[in-house]
Structures are given as C-alpha cells and as structure tokens.
C-alpha cells in the first residue's frame, strides 16, 4: 500500500465507508461523517498512521484530503 | 503499554487482537476489535453494561476505545455521553435524555478548566480568601449534586477528583505553589474523597492521580484547544483501562481468596534443593523482591483477602523454613488453610474450596512453573491465573496490580474474616497440611484394637456406659451387674474398641453390645458407643463391622438395632441409615432399624485392626 492509498484508507475506516469513495478533493463538505468529531479522529488517525505529529495551524488548514496530503509530504512522508 | 485483564475464556486469537488493538491506537484496529466481540458467543461476552458519562469536556472520539476496554470485563458496553456542561441537568432531571438511557452507572468527567475557569486561570490575581471561597462554593455544588442524585436513584456514581489545569500540569512538581491552586486543589479532591467515603452508592475515579501519573503526555494541549480533547492518544489506551477497571466490581464479585505457591515465589529458592540457608529472603536483592511480594499479600489480608498455602514440599521442611527464617512478613498463622504436600495443586485448592465453603471461583491462583498454572487452568477453569513468568519482578507486579481483588469497600466484617479462619486453621493445623480427611487419617498410623471384656476392663466399661452421651444410640446406663449378666450368655458379643496412633493411644473408647434375642434367628444391638475424642476416625465403622462379622459367624439371620434420641445424641441419628440398615418402626423418640445377614460391612482402608476379641 502506498501513501495516498494509506491516507485514503486511514480517512474511510475513520469515516466508516468505502475508501474507493475518497480521493484529494474529498472534504467535508463530499463526506458527511467528516464533522468536527470526524476530524479530530482523522488527526489522531493519521497521526497514529504516519507517525507524525500536526502542529495545530496546520489543522486549521485541513479543508479537503489533498491539502492534508501535501502537509503530510512537507513532514516526509513521501507520494508519488 | 496498558495490559488488560482479557478473559481467560476467550479464544487466544481474539485476545491478542484485543489487546493488540488498544495500544495500537489505530480506530480502524479498535473497531475491528469490536466487531469480532460482537461475533463471541453471548455467553461469554459478559452481560449487557449501560454506561452513562456526563463531563465537561470532549471524548466522543474515544470511546471506541473506552467500549473495548469495558468489552473486557467482561461485559457488552453501551456507552451514553451526557451533553458538554449541564451536569446538573444531565444528572438530576429524569427526563433528561441523558437519564432516559437508564444507565446502570454513571461517571462524571470534570475538569477545573470548566467547572471553574475564574479558579483553573486567574488563581494568581485571585486573593487567598477569594481561592478558598471558590473551592468551598465548588465543593458544595458536587456535594449537591451527589446527595440530590443519590436522594432519587440507586444507580451508582463515580466522580472524578479534579486534576491540575492543562496550562499548569506541566510545571515541574515541587515549585512552590505560586498561585495557591494546588492546595486549593488538595482541599478540595480531599473532600470529593471523603463524599465517596462516606456514601455507599457515590465511588471515585481519581482522575488527579492518573494525570499525574502520566504527567505532560497525558494532556494533549493541541486538541484541548482545537476540540477540547485533553486525553492524548498516547494516553488513552491507559485512560480506558483504568476507567473500565472503575466499573469492574459492579460486574465482576471480588475473589476472596489467594493461593499461593512457595518456592520461587514467596521467597526465592527450592527449600527442597536449596535449604534454609539458601533462600533468598529478606532485605537485599533478589530477596528483597520476594519480601515486598509477601508483603504485598499481606496487605490483601488485612483487607479480608484469604491466604492459603499450596505448596510441593515436605510439611516439615516448610514448618521449619517458616519458624526459622528471622523477618519474613508472613507467618504461617496468616494462612487460612495451608497444603504442604505432593497431591496436584488443583486437588488442594478443590478441598480447601470445600472447607472454607467458598465457590472456585473465588480463588486467584500464583505459581510461577507454567506446568502447575496450566495444569490448575486445565482442572478448575474457574480459578483465575495470575499471568506471570518465572521472573519474580513480572509475579510481584501481577498481583500488585491485580484486578481480580478489587471492591468498592472493606466492611468491618471483611478485617476480621482472615484472622477468624486462622484460628480456625490453628485448631485443624495438621489436618489441613496433610491434605483430605482420607489421606490425613492415613498418615496418622490409626491402630484398633477389638478386645472382650474381663474383669479388669469391667470399669472402664461401665465408665463409658455411664458417660458418654453424643455418640450413643441407645443411652442405656447398664450397671456392673448388667453386664456380667449380657456376659454370662456366650450368643451374645460385647466388644470393646482401643484407638491408638503413631502420638498417643487412647485407650478404650468404644463399646458395641449386641444381644441374642429368644431364637437363634435375630440378634439386637443394645449399645453402640463411642468416646467423643474418637469421633471423625471411622473407628466406628470398625465396631460396625466386627458386630456383623461376628453376629455373622454366630449363626444369626439377622441383625437389628434401635436409636433413642435423646437431646445429645443427633449427631447419631443416621448412624444405622449409613451402614445400610432398614428402617422397621418407629415410635415416639425409638426408631427400630433390621439387616439381613451376611451384610458387607466394610472397614476403612485407614485403620489396622487388630482383632483379639475372637482369640
């Protein structure tokens, strides 16, 4: 499993549906689960996932799966 | 790393993945944990546990992980939040959804930083008297709300002692208490304590002492202000764990009783192979690790906690060890029941079950072989295991954080029990080191001797006659004349039982007379008695058996026999339904009983009988 599918996979199983459903421009506003306790799970998820820790501006910033992508990457974690 | 007590009944597979899940911290590992418990069979997921938390802060996101550490009771937990603030509506409207759940237990989540944020972040502006008014004014507002809840229902309720606000925990401990919030603080989770001490129903989830435990990583700031989620991912798998151990005793009944092995984990060594000198007890290391374990154990007992002893040994070398090594915390007297012996474990505990008439499952067992574990595992599930290895450091941590001993209260009855049974224990000493009634009796070496009566032993004859009470069926108090008279006829048998052992010989203690009735066809037994302190020994299946064998060889057809209650003789009562006679009649306080002979009669496997009557 690559980056992307890891984060895909990372966002549905926090959501409960199907990880082809998702992909960058997945947002709360595309995935009704993604509420503000959707996406307190999502850090704590991903932060677990990719063994990273988000400083809290960054969170601020996560409107949609591609911009929590590129912060990811600023972190190290690599995508193709 | 949170280790949870899984149940033993669940296969291994789900265990790990239990376990496995909780500290992965993963949602998709927690949930995926929870469905496979929902696929258990019902009958060993536990009960189903309605849990109702209100709190003033976030962890709706947690309690996936809350719900699989509760799942382990074991229990199927269905867990309700109140909403964020309202306690007291939460908590005291009945109609409040939060109360419609019908929860069995309620838990208050609550933290300075909302019950009172003037006292959490301005504390160092605030002027002493002002701090100590806020503290009384929020002491007296949870002591409302616990005594209107507790006033209303019966469903018990935990409150939480009140940690350090998130923007001071992280102040290294010892610097002088600038803002006056940590005796403020003191002041008052010492009297949400005392709330808890003195109600029944009202119980305490030190959430102060688990803060600071963890220190810095249990607060996670971020998520404190981005969601106000102060419990840190990295703390949450301990978080659940100690919150569900919270609720444990409402599910799981207390074990009442602690069985020990010895060697390697009571005192490090084999006595057997090393010797007393070779023990490692005491106040240096390693034995120093084995003197807390007792220790340990001992502060069980004074919270009512039964110890027993079962142990692979010879009782002497074990008797010896315990009387000579100087400073060892435990005594033998402290042990309610102890086994020094070399029957399997699981047969000792079954007996000790049965003599302090508590359920297997009461029992927590320590061993540290895996063979004397499994083997206990293999022949009485029901007994708890303490998970442990042979490293003394992982058995002395098994039981200072085990669960299985956990209550709410200690009553004053619990304090006494242990020192109630030691005396007990005292009086039966050697019968219980030597295992059951059967194998005890054999180890005493009993010896009896049957004897005709002449004239020398007239006296103690009609001695016995004229005493004993309790175990005498007919209480007949014939007199000297009385019996040369039963003498004089050659069909009738009068026989007289001496009990010895390898301590002592008691002498004559039992007296059987049976008299030839006007045909050669019926013989009746006239007195059958014992001794009391002969009482327990199958001396008087010995006296049973030498009547009917000597009735038998006599020539008569039958044997009968009578029992004449008095108010001493109950213990007697069954006595001839036991040997397998017939009840013929009944009258008043008479019960006749008949037997055809031959008849087996047959005499305990314990006892060497010598027979010099017929000689």
């Not at chain 2, 997921?45 to 962890?59: M, V």
């Not at chain 2, 569900?244 to 207390?254: D, K, N």
């Amino acid at each position: 499993m690559n980056n992307e599918q890891k984060l895909l996979q990372a966002a549905a199983s926090v959501f409960g549906i199907d990880p082809q459903t998702l992909n960058v421009d997945s947002s709360p506003e595309t995935v009704p689960k993604w509420d503000s306790l959707g996406m307190v799970n999502l850090i704590a998820e991903l932060e677990a996932v990719f063994d990273v820790q988000f400083d809290i501006m960054e969170i601020a910033d996560f409107h949609n799966l591609g911009i929590i992508k590129s912060v990811l990457s600023e972190k190290g974690i690599p995508f193709e | 790393m949170s280790l949870l007590e899984i149940p033993t009944a669940w296969p291994e597979t789900v265990k790990s993945e239990v376990q496995g899940a909780l500290n992965s911290r993963r949602l998709g590992a927690i949930r995926g944990a929870l469905r496979t418990l929902a696929d258990l069979p019902e009958s060993i997921r536990g009960k189903r546990f309605k849990l109702g938390i209100i709190r003033t802060f976030t962890i709706e996101t947690q309690l996936d992980s809350l719900g699989l550490a509760l799942a382990t009771l074991p229990c199927q937990p269905d867990i309700s939040l109140g909403p964020l603030e309202s306690l007291e509506q939460s908590l005291l409207d009945t109609d409040s959804d939060f109360r419609r759940t019908e929860p069995d237990a309620i838990l208050a989540l609550w933290r300075l930083d909302e019950l009172h944020p003037k006292l959490a972040f301005e504390a160092p502006e605030m002027a002493s008297e002002s701090r100590g008014k806020a503290a009384d004014e929020l002491i007296e507002r949870i002591a409302a709300l616990c005594r209107k809840f507790t006033a209303a229902s019966h469903v018990p309720l935990f409150i939480s002692t009140i940690p350090m606000p998130t923007n001071l925990s992280h102040q290294p401990a010892g610097i002088h208490d600038h803002n006056g919030l940590r005796s403020v603080l003191l002041k008052i989770n010492r009297a949400l304590l005392n709330i808890a001490v003195e109600s029944n129903q009202v119980h305490l989830f030190d959430f102060a002492a688990w803060t600071e435990q963890f220190g810095e990583s249990s607060i996670d700031c971020k998520m404190d202000f981005f969601a106000r989620q102060p419990i840190s991912a990295a703390a949450l798998p301990s978080f659940s764990t100690a919150l569900a151990r919270l609720f444990r005793p409402l599910l799981q009944p207390p074990s009442k009783v602690l069985a020990l092995d010895l060697d390697n984990v009571l005192w490090g060594g084999v006595i057997g192979e090393d010797g007393l000198q070779g023990l490692k007890i005491g106040h240096d290391f390693p034995g120093n690790i084995f003197r807390r374990f007792q220790q340990t154990a001992l502060n069980l007992r004074a919270r009512g906690i039964l110890l027993v002893l079962l142990s692979k040994n010879n009782h002497s070398d074990v008797e010896e060890a315990f009387r000579n090594i100087p400073d060892m915390p435990l005594k033998l007297e402290h042990f309610a029941a102890l086994r020094v012996n070399w029957r399997e474990k699981h047969q000792n505990l079954s007996d000790i079950a049965t003599e302090l008439n508590l359920g297997l499952d009461s029992f927590v067992f320590v061993d540290d072989q895996q063979f004397e574990r499994e083997q206990m595992a293999f022949n009485l599930p029901q007994v708890k295991i303490l998970p442990v290895t042979e490293d003394p450091l992982t058995i002395l941590n098994a039981l200072t954080s085990c669960a299985h001993f956990d209550s709410y209260r200690t009553s004053a009855e619990d304090l006494t029990r242990s020192s109630d049974y030691a005396m007990q224990n005292q009086r039966k000493e050697l019968e219980l080191a030597s295992g059951s009634t059967a194998e005890f009796l054999t180890t005493l070496g009993l010896r009896a001797t049957l004897s005709s009566v002449n004239d020398a032993t007239l006296g103690r004859v009609v001695q016995m006659l004229a005493k004993t009470n309790q175990f005498n069926v007919s209480t007949r108090r014939h007199t000297d004349a009385d019996i040369r008279k039963i003498l004089a006829d050659p069909r009738n048998i009068l026989i007289a039982l001496s009990l010895s052992d390898r301590f002592s010989d008691q002498g004559m203690i039992g007296l059987g007379i049976a008299v030839a009735g006007s045909t050669n066809e019926e013989i009746f037994i006239d007195t059958l008695l014992m001794s009391c302190r002969a009482i327990g020994r199958g001396a008087e299946e010995v006296m049973w058996s030498a009547l009917v064998s000597y009735a038998t060889s006599l020539g008569f057809r039958r044997l009968s026999a009578e029992y004449i209650a008095t108010s001493k003789n109950e213990q007697v009562a069954d006595l001839f339904d036991r040997f397998g006679m017939r009840r013929v009649d009944e009258t008043g306080e008479r019960r006749r009983y008949l037997i055809e002979l031959p008849a087996i009669a047959p005499l305990p496997k314990w006892i060497e009988v010598i027979d010099s009557y017929s000689t």
